[in-house]
């Protein structure tokens, strides 16, 4: 299923669907499928399902720091599948989100698949654009499968009806130039490109990149149709002193979060 | 002209290559391209930039046979491309100095570089120096331990150094780390990848930036020996000094075109850089070839004596050179290397780039095969100043501290005893 039959729901209650970020395998494999489980619980929309990669790019500290924690603790590319099916089964959409060697290394055609018979809704994309990604959208479409695609602050009208065009799900705006990671205030830039964004497509249009805290989520939520968190749940993790601690970080902020979407437009 | 014969889809060689990055990135990829493609064609660029590789790099780069380290190589004749006299001391120059020179055309007033060896960080600051640019240069931690000479050196020219502490702490990891910056800094800021590899335009553009290497080395061989040569030689890393000296020959299809990679510690041992011996096609920082990777599609981590080997994947025209067959590649272990670095040192008076000493190891094999009728064309692609403590240290010429041993300290060892 899609998410933007989600996303729909939320724009339904006048409110911008949450979406949050952890990579699988982090503090292992059941663990990070838990902290899954705990921001359905609190309120998370959409759960993006983070491939740990050697070399994430797009990535700021905090992310890469648990992406290679998790690869030492021995996380594979399958376990995604696992973890998209337990996320599924809690009631929220399942997004996985990955840089494209591991899903080449696996076969595009035979992850598609996989992923669709786990209950994946489909993918996040960083390093892929769509001039890129022929065999992936043939693949996408084959097995109905979400296709979101990057646009950012640079992006021409050009590159933005481009990778609009091809997009299935929602968009994924980028709220600045720059990598992942929290960031005192959510630039002007995000608006603006929401606001071109929206000339191009009639898909959702989701915001990620430095989101962190409720007021941030309420003031995005206010213009953009989803919010993207990322670094700033995955750090409730990798900075807790225990699982459960973690947990319990993990838990206050989403819900700081998924009330902060609520209040957005009210 | 060749450069368009291999090129069959938009940015690949074959079907290598692409743009494999962050949407973020496409605007300034694109820049890049339309302003270089300009450039190339306006009589102003051009003629500045052959000026600064006749007054300031010191092009031509001139060739030496080298025939006592011929002896080492069944008789053939060896004859020596000197990229290590350019300034800088490597082939690097070359196209750092085009890029710099796009840099001011497009208006921005940063460059960013990352180094391995430290050679093309080395000439980035060069280059930035030159043209009044800021510059920053990102660099493995390790390497900077291994290479401690060429960080100051960029720091004495005014770049800031930045070390890597991600991942396995070298080259790969300078690279991440260089496209973090610039996804955040595009606006102001020009990516100077150093090698034949990275999202296009960068290979083709930096291919072309080298390519005066062949194209000088073809007609200096031309006349010295009034034939072409049997094989052109160079080692591999990301292979910008090889795709230099290869390209004008590719057409010459009687001319061998064989590339050393760095097999380490052997390529069964797992500790080495022979992406063609063990990788697989993949994608890493924005281009499809060859990578060595594991069943997940993770990077494995190379290993090399050489700091500017020293790199998981390669560039995607060399993938495509191998797979139509018009190239050949083969591995070369640090011993093999470090023997031949050596021996040109004390058969020519000539110290080698580390790197450079895979491509003189290949020649020693490749001479035996051929026997005394060959003609080879090495490119000695860098000078081994930058290499002296690590190569000190690999011949037992210093003691852990660095101090020297002398020929009566106990335990001491010349050159050539030990490997």
């Given amino acids: 299923m899609s998410v933007a039959t989600v996303i729909e729901k939320c724009r339904a209650d006048n409110r911008a669907a949450l979406i949050g970020y952890l990579p699988v395998g982090f503090p292992s494999v059941e663990g990070s499928i838990a902290a899954m489980k705990v921001l359905v619980e609190s309120g998370v929309d959409i759960v993006e399902i983070g491939v740990p990669y050697s070399d994430p790019v797009m990535d700021g500290p905090v992310i890469q720091d648990a992406a290679v924690r998790a690869l030492a603790a021995g996380v594979h590319l399958t376990d995604i599948f696992t973890a998209a099916r337990e996320v599924s089964a809690a009631g929220a959409g399942a997004l996985v989100m990955t840089y494209w060697n591991p899903v080449l290394r696996y076969g595009v055609e035979r992850f598609a698949a996989d992923l669709a018979a786990a209950g994946g809704a489909g993918l996040i994309t960083p390093d892929l654009i769509p001039d890129e990604a022929g065999d992936w959208i043939a693949a996408a479409d084959a097995h109905d499968l979400d296709k979101v695609f990057l646009v950012a602050p640079s992006s021409t009208p050009e590159r933005l009806e481009a990778v609009t065009s091809q997009c299935r799900g929602f968009v994924y705006a980028t709220a600045v130039m720059g990598v992942t990671g929290a960031r005192a205030s959510v630039g002007v830039a995000a608006d603006a490109l929401v606001s071109r964004t929206r000339e191009h497509t009639d898909l959702p249009v989701c915001v990620g990149l430095g989101v962190s805290t409720g007021d941030q989520a309420a003031q995005v939520g206010r213009y953009a149709d989803g919010v993207i968190v990322g670094s700033a749940l995955v750090r409730c993790l990798t900075e807790a002193d225990s699982d459960e601690q973690g947990l319990e970080a993990l838990g206050s902020l989403a819900r700081e979060l998924a009330e902060g979407v609520r209040r957005g437009r009210s | ?419």
């Fill in chain 2, 1 to 419: 002209m060749t450069t368009t014969s291999n090129v069959p889809a938009y940015g690949r060689f074959g079907g290598f290559g692409g743009r494999y990055v962050p949407e973020a990135l496409i605007p300034a990829l694109e820049q890049l391209e339309e302003v270089w493609r300009k450039a190339v064609v306006d009589p102003e660029f051009v003629g500045e930039l052959e000026r600064l590789q006749r007054t300031y790099t010191g092009r031509p780069s001139i060739i030496t046979e080298v025939p006592r380290f011929a002896e080492h190589c069944g008789g053939a004749r060896v004859i020596l491309k000197r990229e290590d006299l350019n300034h800088t001391g490597s082939h690097k120059i070359n196209n750092v100095l085009g890029q710099a020179l796009l840099t001011k055309r497009m208006g921005k007033t940063r460059v960013i570089a990352e180094t391995g060896a430290g050679q093309h960080g080395v000439a980035t600051a060069t280059a930035a120096a030159l043209l009044g640019l800021e510059c920053v240069v990102y660099m493995g931690r390790k390497d900077t331990e291994r290479q401690a000479l060429n960080v100051a050196r960029m720091r004495l020219l005014g770049a800031e150094v930045v070390a890597v502490d991600n991942g396995s702490k070298t080259l790969k990891d300078a690279v991440n780390e260089a496209f973090r910056d610039w996804v955040a800094n595009v606006d102001t800021t020009h990516y100077v990848l150093g090698t034949v590899t990275g999202p296009h335009p960068f290979p083709e553009m930096v291919r072309d930036f080298h390519r005066v290497i062949g194209v000088e080395a073809r007609q200096q061989v031309l006349d010295l020996v009034g034939r072409l040569p049997d094989a052109v030689l160079a080692c591999v890393g990301g292979g910008s000094n090889a795709m230099g000296i290869f390209h004008r020959f590719i057409d010459d299809r009687s001319v061998r075109l064989i590339g050393f990679e760095a097999g380490g510690e052997g390529v069964e041992s797992g500790k080495h850089a022979a992406r063609f011996s063990a990788g697989i096609p993949g994608v890493l920082h924005g281009a499809f070839t060859y990578v060595m990777q594991d069943e997940d599609g993770q990077t494995v981590e190379s290993h090399s004596v050489s700091a500017g080997l020293d790199y998981p994947s390669v560039g995607p025209e060399h993938a495509h050179l191998l797979e139509s067959g018009r190239a050949e590649y083969r591995p070369i272990s640090d011993v093999e290397a470090m023997e031949a670095f050596s021996l040109l040192s004390r058969t020519e008076g000539i110290l080698p780039a580390i790197e450079s000493a895979h491509a003189l190891a290949g020649a020693m094999k490749v001479g035996r095969e051929l026997g005394p009728d060959a003609v080879l064309l090495v490119n000695l692609s860098g000078r081994g100043d930058k290499d002296v403590h690590t190569a000190a240290e690999w011949f037992g010429l210093i003691d852990d501290d660095g101090s020297p041993r002398l020929p009566d300290d106990d335990g001491a060892k010349g050159m050539g005893e030990q490997q």
